[in-house]
């Protein structure tokens, strides 16, 4: 069954908002603390992606093009309204933003990355979900301390992490039959490379240092593809 390690990697989500739910009464000071060192965590994670890439001008390009049809589009401001739309629905408050703030960031930190596309891509081609339940386990424990502090709309990320891991699980039965392995690992690499340094903007942002609109980069997770393949021709 492809959609195995998906399906457990969201109950771990799942269950992990359920349990900060429980957590939410404590002092800000310590959940401030708290969100400080997962940010820290969180751009550390990112550094150590983003070093994957062996083509800097792969993820350069892969960014530039992203930035711009996300701009263009306003992606960011669609995934705010969609998650405000979903916060109107479930909650009887005014406080929409955080809604949409803990539906983006968790989705963010859970679906960017080379654990989702690996084990997905491990899923689908080889039936092993070995990848993805130990991505689940470290979800779990990441999804309750971002509970307590965003909010139990952290749980709302379940929806893009099974239609994005499923997705490539799914794809990847027939993923072989399309592309060489050499290249596939080649393109995971840049992708990794490219999710890492999204990664780090989300710290960032969760640190307040900057405000980046880390949802209008996302289109880069996309043309990293086509700036590969394009690469490899030259």
Request: hydrophobic residues 55%; contains cysteine; glycine residues 12%.
């Given at each position: 069954?492809a959609l195995f390690g998906t399906i457990v990697n969201a109950?771990?989500?799942?269950?992990?908002?359920?349990?900060?739910v429980f957590f939410t009464k404590i002092p800000e000071r310590?959940?401030?603390?708290?969100?400080?060192?997962?940010?820290?965590?969180?751009?550390?994670?990112?550094?150590?992606?983003?070093?994957?890439?062996?083509?800097?001008?792969?993820?350069?390009?892969?960014?530039?093009?992203?930035?711009?049809?996300?701009?263009?589009?306003?992606?960011?401001?669609?995934?705010?309204?969609?998650?405000?739309?979903?916060?109107?629905?479930?909650?009887?408050?005014?406080?929409?933003?955080?809604?949409?703030?803990?539906?983006?960031?968790?989705?963010?930190?859970?679906?960017?990355?080379?654990?989702?596309?690996?084990?997905?891509?491990?899923?689908?081609?080889?039936?092993?979900?070995?990848?993805?339940?130990?991505?689940?386990?470290?979800?779990?424990?990441?999804?309750?301390?971002?509970?307590?502090?965003?909010?139990?709309?952290?749980?709302?990320?379940?929806?893009?992490?099974?239609?994005?891991?499923?997705?490539?699980?799914?794809?990847?039965?027939?993923?072989?039959?399309?592309?060489?392995?050499?290249?596939?690992?080649?393109?995971?690499?840049?992708?990794?490379?490219?999710?890492?340094?999204?990664?780090?903007?989300?710290?960032?942002?969760?640190?307040?240092?900057?405000q980046i609109r880390v949802g209008n980069l996302l289109p880069?997770?996309?043309?990293?593809?086509?700036?590969?393949?394009?690469?490899?021709?030259?």
């Open positions: 069954m109950l771990c989500i799942i269950a992990g908002s359920l349990v900060g310590y959940k401030e603390t708290v969100m400080h060192g997962i940010s820290l965590a969180v751009i550390l994670i990112g550094v150590q992606m983003a070093l994957e890439t062996e083509s800097i001008i792969v993820v350069l390009l892969s960014l530039l093009t992203g930035a711009i049809i996300g701009e263009f589009v306003h992606l960011e401001e669609g995934l705010n309204r969609m998650g405000n739309w979903i916060g109107s629905k479930i909650t009887t408050t005014n406080d929409n933003f955080s809604v949409a703030q803990g539906f983006i960031t968790a989705s963010l930190v859970f679906v960017i990355g080379a654990l989702s596309v690996i084990g997905a891509l491990d899923s689908g081609l080889r039936g092993d979900h070995e990848v993805l339940i130990t991505k689940g386990v470290i979800d779990g424990f990441v999804a309750l301390v971002l509970t307590t502090t965003l909010g139990f709309s952290v749980v709302l990320s379940v929806i893009p992490v099974v239609i994005y891991q499923g997705t490539i699980a799914l794809l990847a039965t027939y993923i072989n039959q399309w592309i060489p392995e050499s290249i596939l690992n080649g393109l995971i690499g840049e992708l990794t490379a490219v999710g890492g340094l999204l990664i780090m903007a989300i710290g960032l942002n969760l640190l307040k240092i900057v880069a997770i996309v043309t990293v593809g086509v700036v590969y393949y394009i690469y490899l021709l030259f």
